[in-house]
């Protein structure tokens, strides 16, 4: 496996703390190849390209990434200004990736063995690029302090929010309250204060198992995503029950959501 990586996407983060890491994720794309001669690589367009031109914005090319294919409803791919996460070939384990090339251009591949289990889905604080958590199988979230060179990573977590009681979906943390963080697993939802280790409010349950979870930019209020095909509209800082609830498509609202 491959991962491009275009540093003018990454340095834009850096002078404008606003952009969101989703905005990242177009710029770091796995594909597979079948050796030299017969390699394709994904362009800005998102279309396959046999003859890539590298002078308009890509400026790294990894190779040998060993990549799983995991099967969870969360992210598998995800940047802050320094560092790229996804998802190994192992259970539990997570890719670590810096962004800036070191020792002579050479951009090595760490490994974060994190959980027992899959790891669901995970994120980077968007107050503190180091900071991730990471959300698993094994029922458990873990917040772990990274170090900017990808290398040294720790064997603990700094701290460790749960167990849920089952597997845990997917997280986000809060875009605009440094140290809060929701949490999605099984058919509940819960805004965590990461620093006490404790959960400011548990939502409402849903119907069905939870899929998605986002927050509105600034941070007002929440948006969730289900399997019993409703999306639901919270506002945490007033109540645990849904402000709106609207139903989702026909087939199972397996989505990113925006509100």
Request: glycine content about 8%; overall charge negative.
């Amino acid at each position: 496996m491959c991962c491009l990586i275009d540093h003018s996407i990454s340095q834009k983060m850096v002078s404008d703390p606003l952009v969101l890491p989703s905005e990242l994720l177009h710029a770091f794309t796995f594909v597979c190849h079948s050796g030299s001669t017969d390699e394709q690589v994904l362009a800005h367009s998102g279309q396959a390209s046999p003859n890539p031109d590298f002078s308009s914005g890509f400026q790294a090319w990894i190779r040998d990434i060993r990549a799983g294919s995991a099967t969870s409803c969360g992210n598998h791919i995800k940047s802050s200004c320094c560092l790229i996460a996804f998802n190994a070939d192992a259970a539990g384990v997570l890719g670590i990736v810096p962004l800036e090339s070191q020792d002579g251009g050479k951009m090595a591949v760490s490994q974060l063995c994190c959980h027992s289990d899959v790891v669901t889905d995970f994120d980077f604080s968007p107050f503190d690029a180091l900071l991730l958590a990471t959300g698993s199988a094994d029922e458990t979230v873990k917040v772990w302090r990274l170090s900017e060179s990808g290398r040294d990573l720790p064997s603990c977590p700094g701290m460790t929010l749960g167990p849920a009681g089952c597997q845990v979906e997917t997280l986000q943390f809060h875009p605009t309250a440094d140290g809060v963080l929701v949490s999605g697993a099984g058919r509940t939802a819960k805004v965590w204060d990461v620093a006490q280790q404790k959960p400011l409010t548990a939502l409402e349950p849903h119907g069905d198992l939870i899929q998605s979870v986002a927050w509105k930019q600034d941070g007002a209020l929440l948006g969730t995503s289900s399997k019993d095909k409703k999306l639901r509209i919270f506002d945490p800082r007033t109540k645990p029950a849904a402000a709106q609830v609207f139903p989702a498509a026909e087939r199972n609202s397996f989505s990113v959501i925006e509100v």
